[in-house]
């Protein structure tokens, strides 16, 4: 079964995830970002999900993680949470 690692963060405006992703397009650090804005509690580990499998996410973020290219910064993704930036560190 496949498996993926990537970190994300999540915010509650898409213009707010904007923002971000356009910082760290710009050069800031990821994890710092998802310490710095992000509402998941994931936040305390700079966003890092861990390993995790197809169907283990929302929908609209297993569609990213599992097709993606690694390590690009993807979003804004809406889900039920709110507005994600995710990127995909791994994948098999």
Known sequence: MSQATARHLLVDTEEECLI???EIEA?????E???NHSTC????Q?????SFGPGQM???????VFSAPLNKVQGPV???FGYHLLE???RN
């Open 88 to 90: 995909v560190t791994t």
């Open 58 to 64: 929302v929908p609209e973020f297993d569609k990213v």
């Open 27 to 31: 050069g800031k650090d990821f994890a």
């Open 41 to 44: 509690p994931s936040n305390a």
């Open 33 to 35: 970002a998802a310490k």
């Open 20 to 22: 971000i992703k356009a």
């Open 46 to 50: 700079g966003g890092d999900l861990g």
């Open 78 to 80: 809406k889900t039920q």
